[in-house]
């Protein structure tokens, strides 16, 4: 079965460190990978997504095969980075999984 | 931009009671999901819908049922709630095309209390 793991349930940087949120992902055949965001008090809504390869909010994310991950990465965290961070995997055809989640804390 | 709108942002039910959820649309997406957030769980989909009367479960269908009458309209129905369905509930809709662009537009969440 599809799954989705991001092994941090927490994760606290100060202002200006680097940031990796880890993903992990299991799926046989060729994945589409997202990132979702949730601000405080904002509804959920889509960081980035692999297949664009693009930079939102100075955030990446490299899809690796070899090792199955989607890590999402920031050379400098910002405070307004603070928020509720998951993983997604939508296998071809189907329906969203999403990983159980990630909250990320940046300390002034 | 599109708008996805949850009838409340806060509900207390009893035990028992039959609660409703209503999720609206203003973009004439075809696709309608209903998603349960729960600290360390995540997202865990219940019912989806591709279209007007159609209904799908999802993985956690247990307790619930859905009704799609209108295309911008999905709602979701706990028949008879337990304590165990307290959570914060994820409206979400999607453009025709799931092999399209994969951006799922949530609305802002109804967190139900079941007391």
Known sequence: ?108 | DVKVTQSSRYLVKRTGEKVFLECVQDMDHENMFWYRQDPGLGLRLIYFSYDVKMKEKGDIPEGYSVSREKKERFSLILESASTNQTSMYLCASVPEDLSGLGIQYFGAGTRLSVL
């Open chain 1, 1 to 108: 079965a599809q799954r989705v793991t991001q092994p941090e349930k927490l994760l606290s940087v100060f202002k200006g460190a680097p940031v990796e949120l880890k993903c992990n992902y299991s799926y046989s055949g060729s994945p589409e990978l997202f990132w979702y965001v949730q601000y405080s008090r904002q509804r959920l809504q889509l960081l980035l997504r692999h297949i664009s390869r693009e930079s939102i909010k100075g955030f990446t994310a490299d899809l690796n095969k070899g090792e199955t991950s989607f890590h999402l990465k920031k050379p400098f965290a910002q405070e307004e980075d603070s928020a509720m961070y998951y993983c997604a995997l939508r296998p071809y055809g189907q329906n969203f999984v999403f990983g159980p989640g990630t909250r990320l804390s940046v300390l002034p």
